[in-house]
Nanobody, 125 residues
Framework: QVQLVESGGGLVQAGESLRLSCTAS????????MGWFRQAPGKEREFVAA????????SYTDSVKGRFTISRENAKSTMYLQMSSLTPEDTAVYYC??????????????????WGQGTQVTVSS
């Protein structure tokens, strides 16, 4: 069982930045595809970004392209989401997820086997 722990959420003002971290308990972390999803109140969970095991492939939802950067540090079993130019629309609980093997696309929640507990990001206007 892989445990994922997110950190780095908080309250910021519009235009500011935050960096989220997700640390995995599993040494096989480097072989997993990893993703960030978010869920705002009253909305469905949505894909934010994903990164393959080697870090050579990344994917982003359109609304965060150019503002968010996903990265990973396999030696530390940690993934990051650097978020800049935050807007109130980015307010949500952010979840990290790990996929042993992506069976569909990386933006599909069902592709992921393990999920973290989530970290709240609140952006005030």
């Amino acid at each position: 069982q892989v445990q994922l722990v997110e950190s780095g959420g908080g309250l910021v003002q519009a235009g500011e930045s935050l960096r989220l971290s997700c640390t995995a308990s599993e040494r096989a972390f480097s072989s997993y595809a990893m993703g960030w999803f978010r869920q705002a109140p009253g909305k469905e969970r949505e894909f934010v970004a994903a990164i393959r095991g080697t870090g050579g492939f990344t994917s982003y939802t359109d609304s965060v392209k150019g503002r968010f950067t996903i990265s990973r540090e396999n030696a530390k079993s940690t993934m990051y989401l650097q978020m800049s130019s935050l807007t109130p629309e980015d307010t949500a609980v952010y979840y990290c997820a790990a996929a042993v093997r992506v069976t569909r696309s990386v933006d599909y929640p069902g592709s992921y086997d393990y999920w973290g507990q989530g970290t709240q990001v609140t952006v005030s206007s």
